[in-house]
């Protein structure tokens, strides 16, 4: 099994950036993907951005691209999303996710491990 643990969530104003961070730990070995899952107060769990663990191919949902990099330390098992120009509808938690297959990317049924998540809250 994998653990996956996120940091850097906090308050930033509009417009400001903020980089969050999530370290894996186990079975690192066994991950094929990992992504980003954000999700706001009575609102589903939404597709934010996801990479290819053994590769460098990204996938982000249309309302982060040019925004919002995420990008891998192999080596540190760590995934990371940098996110740029932020705005107040980006307030949300924000979940790691993890797989060992292959599935999707964009839907949060293709991913069985998870993180506790990380509040991010842009203020207006």
């Known amino acids: 099994q994998v653990q996956l643990v996120e940091s850097g969530g906090g308050l930033v104003q509009a417009g400001g950036s903020l980089r969050i961070s999530c370290a894996a730990s186990?079975?690192?070995?066994?991950?094929?993907?990992m992504a980003w899952f954000c999700q706001a107060p009575g609102k589903e769990r939404e597709f934010v951005a996801a990479?290819?663990?053994?590769?460098?191919?990204?996938y982000y949902a249309d309302s982060v691209k040019g925004r919002f990099t995420i990008s891998k330390n192999n080596a540190k098992n760590t995934v990371y999303l940098q996110m740029n120009s932020l705005k107040p509808e980006d307030t949300a938690v924000y979940y790691c996710?993890?797989?060992?297959?292959?599935?999707?990317?964009?839907?949060?049924?293709?991913?069985?491990?998870w993180g506790q998540g990380t509040q991010v809250t842009v203020s207006s």
């Open positions: 990479i290819n663990w053994r590769g460098f191919d990204t």
């Open positions: 186990g079975r690192t070995f066994s991950i094929t993907a």
């Open positions: 996710a993890a797989r060992g297959y292959s599935g999707s990317y964009y839907q949060a049924q293709a991913y069985n491990m």
